[in-house]
């Protein structure tokens, strides 16, 4: 009679379970994988009793060494969506949202009366087992040793191998929220420690590019204020006269930086933006030794136009440059001028780019904009447009097409948000993969500060930037208390999107791209875009293992 106590299902990882409805996903037993993939899928539980308890968690299988489980944890969200969101959202309501993976104290999961919870399995052998079809069962074990219920899983690995991933990603990376959070004074051996934990999570989710705080990042910054100093570039103002300042420029630190990124596999630095963000006016915070005092030398009342500042620049670029072929770093690194700028900034973006354009050839200059004007006038030669702009760029054939999204895509196209579905997260990747996009950008990989950085934010507590960004779009992972972040399932399930790009590009290999794309639409009915997808989980599941079955069978 015990063990009618507790309901199991097993779940795909692209179902949300919500512990205040009831469970309508349909049950996922069976998968596929790949050799060096990681498959993650969910146990779903119900405690039908009038008092909570615990569970103890174990896991039989021959692939129990790469194996991880954790409990899926619920996040608050005050400001779920916009009030004129779309129709494919799975609430809208405030409340508690699934999100947060957590690791289980003592092996233990926590029992709450009449509640779905969720287990998140991940499996990653990293190429380690043999293909074959693997039973995962998970049993359900009371404290006194009464067996609860079990399930069973049954995992298949194909022998054969992802690609390489060859899209470049970025999600900028707040090392100052790193600082903050952890109490860690920046440059310390500590903040060291900690901004290397970030970014071994970082790699090991697909991303490959950083964004590298040469100067504090002009990002999400009140006008007149500033962000804590995170500036790699130590700088001293070494004289003055009649022809301006002249400016000595150490990069130590950020040896050290390109250093430990290049150790945990990093492969690209963003330099970060020159100018500030929505309109390329001012300079970014700039910090220097001058007549012995370490002060703030260009800010907010910097005209970026101005002849200071392009003194400074023109001093600073080539040092920099040259830092850059010192160290063998010239096809890794990419510019930015200013975030955001639009039509109406078009002349000031067009002043800063001067001012730094004659240093930087042959260097890529990358910005998240979406006006084909910046594009089409010859401005900007590696335009970064949103999702839900992407149009005009594709008709016309711009090369090495990036593309981004932010708070602000959240009809139609793809995005992150708590309340959409997981489908609408990993069908990025197919989005990608079809269009050959050669870059993909967001924004917030761990900021954890109120609108415009106006103050800190408790992330386990306010998921939105205060009532400012819908959950979901400023932060994909959690400070963990052991310096290191916990994940969130939409990291996992971004990165599944991920592998589904790179499985595209293997199943290419044998059929060809036309033929790869014909497979993917056959049966829609029309072709995929940014904004016309299959929403629904079924068809991405599905679509991949359809895929899985057509590499075994070229591998034989």
């Keep these: 009679m015990q063990a009618e106590k507790l309901e199991i299902r097993l779940l795909s990882s692209l179902e949300k379970v919500f512990a205040d409805e009831d469970l309508k996903a349909l049950e996922w037993k069976v998968g596929s994988m790949l050799l060096n993939e990681v498959y993650s899928f969910q146990v779903a539980y119900r405690w ?93 074990t009371s404290p006194s040793g009464d067996e609860l219920g079990k399930a069973e899983f049954r995992l298949e690995i194909i022998n054969a191998s992802l690609p390489e991933q060859s899209l470049i990603y970025t999600q900028w ?44 990042p002009p990002l999400d910054t009140d006008v007149g204020s500033e962000r804590p100093t995170v500036q790699l570039v130590d700088v001293e103002v070494c004289s003055r006269d009649h022809a301006g300042a002249a400016y000595k420029f150490g990069f130590e630190r950020l040896r050290r930086w390109v250093d430990i990124c290049l150790a945990v596999g990093i492969k690209y630095f963003e ?23 370490y002060k703030r030398i260009f800010g907010w009342e910097t005209d970026a136009s101005g002849k200071e500042y392009r003194s400074f620049l023109s001093q600073f670029l080539p040092e920099l440059i040259n830092f850059i072929n010192h160290h063998n770093l010239k096809d890794r690194v990419y510019f930015h001028v200013s975030d955001e700028p639009h039509m109406d900034h078009y002349e000031s973006y067009k002043n800063a780019a001067s001012a730094i354009y004659p240093y930087i050839e042959g260097f890529p200059v990358i ?13 900007v030669k590696n335009p970064i447009p949103a999702t839900d702009h992407i149009e005009p760029f594709l008709e016309n054939k711009v090369p090495n097409l990036w593309t981004y999204y932010c708070c602000s895509q959240y009809k139609e196209v793809s995005n992150r948000f708590f309340n959409m579905p997981s489908a609408r997260n990993r069908i990025l990747g197919t989005q990608l993969y079809k269009y050959n996009i050669a870059g993909f950008l967001q924004w917030g990989y761990n900021f954890w500060y109120s609108l415009l950085s106006r103050y800190p934010i408790d992330p386990y507590k306010v998921t939105d930037a205060s009532h400012s960004f819908p959950s979901g779009d400023a932060f994909l992972v959690y400070p963990g208390e052991d310096e290191k972040p916990l994940e969130s399932l939409r990291f ?15 199943l290419e290999s044998h059929t060809g791209y036309e033929e790869t794309v014909n497979l993917l639409e056959k049966g829609l009915g029309y072709p995929i875009t940014f904004k016309k997808y299959p929403r629904d989980a079924g068809w991405l599941l599905h679509k991949r293992e359809e895929i899985n079955r057509m590499i075994a069978g070229f591998i034989g």
């Excluded at 790469?66 to 494919?88: M, N, Q």
């Excluded at 934990?197 to 991303?207: D, K, P, Q, R, S």
């Excluded at 300079?283 to 005092?293: L, Q, W």
Aim: net charge negative.
């Design 48 to 140: 039908n009793d009038v008092r909570s308890s615990s569970a103890v968690i174990t896991i039989s299988s021959e692939l129990s060494g790469w194996i991880t489980v954790r409990k899926v944890g619920l996040a608050p969200s005050e400001f779920p969506c916009y009030g004129d969101h779309d129709d494919y959202v799975l609430r809208t309501t405030p409340g508690l949202y699934p999100d947060i993976l957590l690791p289980l104290k003592d092996e233990s999961a926590p029992l709450v009366p009449l509640q779905w919870r969720s287990l998140w399995i991940t499996v990653k052998p990293g190429g380690m087992a043999k293909a074959g079809i693997y039973p995962i069962i998970i049993t359900f």
């Design 173 to 216: 990376f707040h090392t100052d929220c790193l600082s903050t959070w952890y109490n860690a004074e920046v440059f310390s051996d500590r903040y060291w420690r900690i901004v290397k934990n970030y970014l071994e999570t970082a790699v090991n989710h697909g991303i490959s590019m950083i964004l590298t705080p040469l100067f504090t």
């Design 271 to 293: 330099l970060s933006h020159l100018f500030t963000q929505w309109g390329a006016k001012h300079a970014p915070k700039i910090m220097a030794c001058k007549n012995g005092e």
């Design 367 to 379: 910005d998240a904009l979406s006006d084909y004007k910046f594009y089409e006038t010859g401005l």
């Design 492 to 506: 996992e399930v971004f990165y599944e999107g991920l592998q589904d790009m790179r499985t595209l590009k293997l």
